[in-house]
């Protein structure tokens, strides 16, 4: 990164992008889709992995949001769906999917080792189903990305 006084960009070329604002544009020349709008978001939702840094990082770019609030804006949005299934109340996120918890029955397991039986506990697990609008939007389908412009 560059200092604000500093005008030269000392960083070897060789090296990558830093920054994920960076790699996003590297990305997007590869592609060869570098294009202004509102393309920048579902570019960086091809990556391998979207982290809450880059997320939040999203937010100070497209909203204007300093660094600080977008990181706790970011934190408040996963704690907020952390909570609701701690208490085992489903969370549904309109376009983008459903996060339920389902309830496991026990049942009789197998040590690959030895073969032993063994059972398996009850338990609660999380689950997520894609909404038909995300799952349109990751087979490529024609203007399924429009409403998330």
Known sequence: ??????????????????????????EASLRGDEGEGGGALLASLET????????????????GLNKRESKDMVEAFFELIHGRLVTGQDVKLSGFGN?????????PGRNPRTG???PIK???????HASPKLKALVQGEPGAGDQFE
């Open 48 to 63: 391998p992995t979207l982290t809450k840094a880059e997320l939040a990082e999203l937010l100070f770019e497209r909203l």
């Open 99 to 107: 996060f339920q918890i389902r309830r496991k029955a026990p049942r």
């Open 116 to 118: 032993e039986t063994i």
């Open 122 to 128: 009850a338990r609660d697990v999380v689950t997520f």
């Open 1 to 26: 990164m560059l200092a604000h006084d500093d005008p030269i960009d000392d960083r070897d070329p060789e090296s990558g992008p830093d920054t994920p604002a960076e790699r996003r544009t590297a």
